[in-house]
């Protein structure tokens, strides 16, 4: 079976059809999932998983396996994204079941799922995939087009939120983790095609890899970051400076992580933005985060709920919109500790900084400590333990700040 490794997105890196790695057992789970599901009645299994982690690479994996045409007499693919409408997507349904579509374009909604509907009580089983899904309003659509013919008919669908993902079916298929050795192969296979990495750069090129988090996307924009760096001295500065490279290089990671930004309420914007003052690949313990965005200010007050309730809303909100990693939970189910991957620490650093929220005090890259903007714009300091005795030692003086 050839292998696919699939982004469907107007900006982002793309890899060759013989380059994914790590979801054979991924893709083995789902499909026996469509295959094995209720034989009487309609389906639904969502993909869900953190922004890059491969998503659509899965689903077009899926969609392409030889096994699943034996077992539905349809199959087809639609891609949503944000900008969807439901007219469109029933006409991308429908072209599928005719070669022309034109005399179905001035139809409204409900007479074009009666009409798809009709073309699938003529057939067997059908399977739509739906890449990129945020919003419920379009599962309950596409559900309309199914026949009540009760063959088995299933949906999957890929999208980044676990609250949606539930919607659909309590028991979604959680996307995993590269290992760091299938982030390695990966990483072999972008930069060398179906060569094999010199021995010289194995050591420091398993590290990168490892530093990439699990995450394919960051592995693929590092792969660029390498392409033509043929010595250990250019890859060791890769090493050091991972998330940096991936949100430089043409801010491909940036423009996956936007588009959940972009989704989130104000408040909540500033709160995941503020997170990332804790240092990267901490543990953040959720009570210390939830203090921090109610002294802060960030929190605004609600007739019919405690500023602690709030919060915890919010955390739980990030959680489940895989904006933050939920590492542990307490007895009575809220979460104890909490994570920012890599890729998502660098974006909160870098957009809270262009937002004035806080500045980091960070070393040069000749140790030095930089001095200060003392301006109206700088209210927050954020300084790592092992640069605070060097940035004392400046004799700062900021009287606009009102945190640090």
Known sequence: MQSIFYYYVKKGPSLDDDEVVGFDEEAKKVIKRLVEGPAESLAIIPVVGMPGLGKTTLARKIY??????????????????????IKDIYLRILKHFKNSIDEYLNEDEGTLAKVI????SKGGKCLIVLD????ANVIDHVKKVFPENKKGH???????????????NP?????????????????????????????ELKEVGKRIAGNCGGVPLVVVVIAGALAGRSNTTEWEVVERNVAQHAFSENKNCGVFVEMSYDRLSQEMQTCFLYSGIFPRGFDIPAWKLIRLWIAEGLIKPQQSSTL????????????????????????DGQIKTCRLHDMLHEFCRTK???????????????NTVPSIQDSDTCRRLCIQPSTLNDFLSTKPSAEHVRSF
């Open 154 to 168: 299933r949906i999957m669908m890929s999208t980044r939120d676990g609250y949606l993902a539930a919607y659909a």
């Open 117 to 120: 509907s009709g073309f699938m």
């Open 64 to 85: 392409n396996d030889s096994t699943l045409s034996f077992e539905f007499f349809s199959i087809l693919w639609v891609y949503v994204g944000q900008e969807y409408k």
């Open 132 to 135: 990129d899904v945020w919003e």
């Open 308 to 331: 602690e309730e709030i919060a915890e809303r919010h955390l739980n909100d990030l959680v489940h919109r895989n904006l933050v990693i939920l590492l542990q939970k307490r007895s």
């Open 352 to 366: 809270a900084a262009n937002k004035w929220l806080f500045q980091e005090i960070c070393t040069t890259v000749d």
């Open 171 to 199: 028991d979604p298929h959680n996307l995993k983790f590269l290992t760091p050795e299938e982030s390695f192969e990966l990483l072999v296979k972008r930069i060398f095609g179906k060569g094999s990495c010199p021995d």
